[in-house]
T-cell receptor
Framework: KAGVTQTPRYLIKTRGQQVTLSCSPISGHRSVSWYQQTPGQGLQFLFEYFSETQRNKGNFPGRFSGRQFSNSRSEMNVSTLELGDSALYLC????????????FGPGTRLTVT | TQLLEQSPQFLSIQEGENLTVYCNSSSVFSSLQWYRQEPGEGPVLLVTVVTGGEVKKLKRLTFQFGDARKDSSLHITAAQPGDTGLYLCAGAGPLGDYKLSFGAGTTVTVRA
């Protein structure tokens, strides 16, 4: 089975711009979670989608949003970028079962200048 | 504040030595997972422990889940340079809570 893929791998944006990141889960996985990873805060949960519905949300401002399509692919969007949004954004897919194992993609490295 | 506290934060040892990484919390988890992450890549799942008191062994790695399902440890025997990486523990919450809570991680460096 192909693993989780994320595009793009690297991105440089300017403050105030917006960005959209994409994630394709492992075939058959219907749950997709997004995380932000920074050296200071570690891995922080953004949100989780299942069957095109946001099932869980972390403590991030409304500038961070996401969606999931009928084929389980997911996108996350960050509007009005700030310098502090520079991070590795990770997507993980899993079977939609309580506490099921998550399989991560390689991440998108976002740099905001 | 991290729900899961990992210690130590950094660990540097010589090849062949043993090491233990700890993951502690005041919360009870339905399951706990360990991941290893290498620079520029996403975390890779190593193991999931579910039952309090459970011990799992994967070659030179031994994982324990505390009896109360609040803490866990990862022990590596005869560490090798290939074991170098960021080790993360993650806990699954109560029924209906589908997110994982991650510890801050332990950076392990094994010197040849």
């Amino acid at each position: 089975k192909a693993g989780v893929t994320q595009t793009p791998r690297y991105l440089i944006k300017t403050r105030g711009q917006q960005v959209t990141l994409s994630c394709s889960p492992i075939s058959g996985h219907r749950s997709v979670s997004w995380y932000q990873q920074t050296p200071g805060q570690g891995l922080q949960f953004l949100f989780e989608y299942f069957s095109e519905t946001q099932r869980n949300k972390g403590n991030f401002p409304g500038r961070f949003s996401g969606r999931q399509f009928s084929n389980s692919r997911s996108e996350m969007n960050v509007s009005t970028l700030e310098l502090g949004d520079s991070a590795l954004y990770l997507c993980a897919s899993s079977a939609p079962i309580q506490g099921s194992e998550q399989y991560f993609g390689p991440g998108t490295r976002l740099t905001v200048t | 504040t991290q729900l899961l506290e990992q210690s130590p934060q950094f660990l540097s040892i010589q090849e062949g030595e043993n090491l233990t990484v700890y993951c502690n919390s005041s919360s009870v988890f339905s399951s706990l997972q360990w991941y290893r992450q290498e620079p520029g890549e996403g975390p890779v799942l190593l193991v999931t422990v579910v039952t309090g008191g459970e011990v799992k062994k994967l070659k030179r790695l031994t994982f324990q889940f505390g009896d109360a399902r609040k803490d866990s440890s990862l022990h590596i025997t005869a560490a090798q340079p290939g074991d170098t990486g960021l080790y993360l523990c993650a806990g699954a919450g109560p029924l209906g809570d589908y997110k994982l809570s991650f510890g801050a991680g332990t950076t392990v460096t094994v010197r040849a």
